[in-house]
């Protein structure tokens, strides 16, 4: 197997790990690749994340969720991805440092993988990033409320003032959009979770929306915001704007273990 190792690039010891768990990989009879960040630190050279399809079989993250997103969001291709925990909660990282060298050794072709949905965001017909968590639309400047219209079919389902907005894929659900008071949702239901931040009617509720609808995010608040999609990419929206969301043709493919979704939410969420 050909594998490329991402590292978390602030923690010295997970990129110590890195290095370490290239070279058993290779000791064992594998490529083992490390990409250009992580590389640099080990003083070892590395391959960029945009050029990974043309080098490996596999990625493998070294850190929390945000380097599994960041991951994503730069490979060019559909490549199988694997996280090995090195943060707070991973719920993206199905492996432990204790167990994933054997994991990997033991990994043949013809694995298994996962597909997990990502989101599609268009405005005024230009792509602008896919997102595997969520966008979030949030003022530019602290404690300003924005105004949000949204368009189900051409036809406006609601319209509410909030902090901000979330929306999200089923994966996702277990990310901001929970902290925010949305439902943890089977990653395997293709929809859109929306949720209001401190929205200012309680009547405002989250909604999970199928993509086979056409969906729309009207911003018309008069007020600076971003869009910040999966904590990676920021999108200034200036004082309003229209953003169209819809499923992605690039999902991500997660590479599976023994340990299902709702194991991991019993293990990592109920137990925090």
């Given at each position: 197997m050909r594998y490329l190792i991402v590292s978390r690039i602030d923690r010295v010891d997970a990129v110590a790990f890195a290095g370490?768990?290239?070279?058993d990989l290779i000791t064992?009879?594998?490529?083992?690749?490390l990409e250009e960040n992580t590389g640099d630190l080990l003083t070892r050279g590395g391959v960029a994340l945009e050029d990974a399809a043309?080098?490996?079989?596999?990625v493998v993250t070294i850190g929390g969720d945000g380097t599994v997103l960041r991951a994503v969001s730069k490979m060019n291709g559909d490549i199988p991805i694997i996280g090995i925990n090195w943060g707070e909660v991973g719920f993206l990282a199905d492996l432990e440092p204790d167990n994933a060298l054997?994991?990997?050794t033991a990994l043949q072709p013809g694995f298994s993988v996962e597909r997990r949905m990502r989101l599609a965001f268009e405005i005024d017909g230009v792509h602008i990033g896919d997102a595997l968590n969520e966008a979030l639309i949030v003022t530019s400047r602290p404690a300003k409320m924005l105004r949000f219209s949204i368009l189900i079919d051409g036809v406006v389902a609601e319209m509410f003032r909030a902090d901000g907005i979330i929306i999200?894929?089923?994966?996702?659900s277990t990310a901001y959009a929970m902290s925010a008071g949305g439902p943890i949702i089977d990653p395997w239901i293709d929809g859109v979770l929306i949720v209001p931040l401190a929205p200012y009617m309680l009547s405002s509720r989250p909604h999970l929306?199928?993509?086979d609808r056409t969906i729309e995010i009207r911003l018309e608040s008069g007020k600076p915001a971003n869009l910040v999609i999966d904590g990676v990419e920021t999108q200034p929206l200036g004082l309003s704007a229209s953003i169209s969301v819809s499923r992605s043709d690039h999902a991500a493919l997660f590479i599976k273990t023994e340990r299902n979704f709702f194991e991991k939410v019993e293990q990592k969420l109920r137990r925090l």
């Open positions: 370490r768990l290239a070279d064992a009879g594998h490529t083992a690749l043309d080098h490996v079989d596999v054997s994991f990997l999200g894929t089923p994966t996702g929306i199928s993509t």
